[in-house]
């Protein structure tokens, strides 16, 4: 049974830091909701389970090309949650490029631009899936959809849409391709219900979406087709950016169906 100090488990645990999934090609899903939707996808190379958790996930162990049981001290140095499930699988990372998630024409697409908070980029992306989107770009110096932490808010929807990785320069390609722009706003000159109201949300729409703290660049809010805000109609000063994109994507769902 594996250790903390088991080279496997060694080599593992250094899947923790962006360096060494960017180089690898690697990454970590954790606990039984990400393993099984990572095992649907094809993704896992070997998981890595304590013996109470290996019965009580034996259907997912068994779907698993490689079992390697740990101690409870070998799985907490590789989970990053306070208590974690006994479930961490090393897994392939799968995101695709901007050309073949635009080949497939998609009605909906998310772009996260800048986005440095891994919870909240997780859960947009967990949004965007359940909305019926069908690619969710990482765009600029965004936070790695890799992270852990990015993984986890995703609950598993990391393995059921396209996640592209793109410079910033990618409304162009959005728009060559067929999908009206809109940029999200606080003080966008048309607001989503209005756009719904008027027939405008079913076309083929990609949502761009800054981070909380500084929005959208300048530049790709000012290439975008349309800046648009959430209209606030009590006290709140704003939306969080989850929120604001749960609002945006489903309004675009509702009209495209």
């Known amino acids: ?9 060694v080599a593992a645990r250094r899947l923790q830091r962006r360096r060494d999934r ?17 095992l649907a996808a094809d993704a896992v190379i070997e998981l890595f389970a304590t013996p109470s958790a290996l019965e009580r996930n034996a259907d997912l162990a068994a779907l698993a090309p490689e079992v390697s049981p740990v101690t409870d001290e070998a799985l907490a140095a590789l989970a990053e949650t306070v208590q974690p499930q006994g479930l ?3 897994c392939e990372q799968n995101d695709v490029s901007i050309g073949e998630a635009l080949a497939k024409e998609p009605r909906l697409v998310a772009v996260v631009a800048e986005i440095r908070d891994p919870g909240n980029a997780g859960t947009v992306l967990r949004t965007a899936d359940a909305a019926g989107a069908g690619a969710v770009v990482f765009a600029g110096d965004a936070v790695d959809p890799y992270n852990g932490k990015c993984v ?7 393995f059921h849409v396209d996640v592209v990785r793109s410079p910033l320069s990618v409304v162009d390609l959005l728009q060559d391709n067929g999908l009206q722009v809109l940029a999200t706003s606080g003080t966008g000159e048309d607001d989503v219900d209005s756009l719904l109201d008027g027939g405008h949300l079913s076309a083929r729409t990609a949502w761009l979406f800054g981070s909380e703290a500084h929005g959208l660049p300048s530049g790709l809010s000012q290439a975008a087709d349309r800046r648009v805000r959430v209209p606030i109609y009590g006290g709140a000063e704003s939306l969080n950016l989850a929120a604001a994109a749960a609002v945006c994507l489903y309004a675009s769902a509702r009209a495209q169906r």
């Open 1 to 9: 049974m594996f250790t903390p100090r088991t080279p496997r488990i």
């Open 22 to 38: 960017d180089q690898s090609g690697r990454f970590l899903a954790e606990g039984p909701q990400a393993v099984r939707e990572a």
């Open 152 to 158: 986890r808010a995703s609950a598993g929807s990391l």
């Open 88 to 90: 961490v699988a090393i």
